[in-house]
């Protein structure tokens, strides 16, 4: 399978908008502790309901941050994406 086409070059160093996607529900009183992500629970027909993550992170350390957290809360993680890149302002 050829994956190029998708390949896209990512920076890791720096701020970007992130979306990630678990199992589960995830309650709103989350979002503090998750860097102020926006959190919006979904649930798919016939199926388990799912939560997306949605915000601007300072850096990989910060998202690992958040990774982790999920994972101690026995959530699986189904995607992680960054969507957008901040762009600094002069």
Do not use: C
């Not at 070059?9 to 926006?38: M, N």
């Not at 649930?43 to 388990?48: A, F, I, L, P, T």
């Not at 101690?72 to 600094?88: D, F, Y």
Request: hydrophobic share 30%; proline share 7%.
């Amino acid at each position: 399978m050829n994956l190029s086409n998708e390949n896209k070059e990512i920076e890791f160093g720096g701020p970007a908008t992130y979306r990630i996607v678990v199992k589960g529900d995830l309650g709103q009183e989350w979002s503090d502790r998750l860097a102020g992500l926006a959190i919006t629970p979904t649930q798919h027909e016939g199926g388990s309901p799912h939560t997306s993550l949605v915000g601007p992170l300072r850096d990989q350390a910060e998202l690992n941050g958040i990774l982790e957290t999920l994972y101690s809360l026995h959530l699986p993680i189904l995607r992680v994406e960054q969507i957008e890149n901040e762009t600094p302002t002069t």
